[in-house]
């Protein structure tokens, strides 16, 4: 039996709304595999359940939704909150207090490249919101950079499921997503090294600020 067939069974089951509800979960439940999902969904595509462009027009709504819900209300409870949040989230998913503090230094720097660049690491695109409510980046930067982002990720993996049971008639989805997993884990071990550096570049810019000072 394949599993994210049957995910995407109950999402064409409720159409339009299905799309847009799978864009949202996939932001607020870790377990929920991101990658899988919308490999699957592209998948689909070619059976005919939705047409391509839907796809992902709602899911990248329903994705960029639940993360501005995030940001603002977690924003809108206060610091404290947020931090509790952020760190809380951060072990759930399996970051460091450590690898954190170096995004919340990132995202002080360059609020908007590091929104669009957050969500294409797997772990940190679901803490991304959080770190931006807690720093309280602007809202019209952060919305803007997490639309690019989303968009990136989901029409990447969309289009590589579409393509993939274009060519292979009758791949098995899990399959498929067992290979991108592996694809992304390597993806992201380049990113975090990625992420380091920029984090070490703006604490030595802010520590050489402040010895200036």
């Not at 592209?42 to 462009?53: F, K, Q, R």
Request: glycine share 8%; with cysteine; hydrophobic share 55%.
């Amino acid at each position: 039996m394949d599993p994210l067939a049957s995910l995407v069974d109950w999402i064409a089951l409720y159409g339009m709304l299905g799309l847009f509800a799978a864009g949202l979960a996939e932001r607020v439940i870790p377990a929920l595999p991101s990658h899988a999902m919308l490999v699957a969904i592209g998948m689909a595509a070619v059976e005919g359940h939705w047409s391509l462009p839907a796809a992902f027009i709602l899911t990248t709504c329903g994705s960029v939704f639940a993360s501005l819900a995030l940001f603002l209300v977690v924003r809108a409870v206060g610091q404290n909150v947020s931090g509790m949040l952020l760190y809380g989230t951060g072990r759930l998913v399996g970051l460091p207090s450590t690898r954190i503090d170096r995004m919340l230094i990132s995202f002080r720097a360059r609020d908007r490249s590091l929104s669009l660049i957050a969500q294409v690491i797997p772990t940190v695109r679901f803490v991304a919101p959080l770190a931006a409510a807690l720093l309280r980046l602007d809202a019209w930067r952060f919305a803007t950079g997490t639309l690019v982002g989303i968009a990136v990720w989901n029409g990447v993996l969309l289009t590589a499921g579409y393509a993939a049971a274009q060519s292979i008639p009758d791949l098995n989805a899990s399959a498929l997503a067992i290979k991108f997993l592996l694809l992304f884990l390597a993806v992201e071990t380049l990113s975090v090294l990625v992420w380091r550096l920029l984090g070490r570049t703006s604490w030595c810019r802010t520590s050489s600020e402040d010895q200036a000072c």
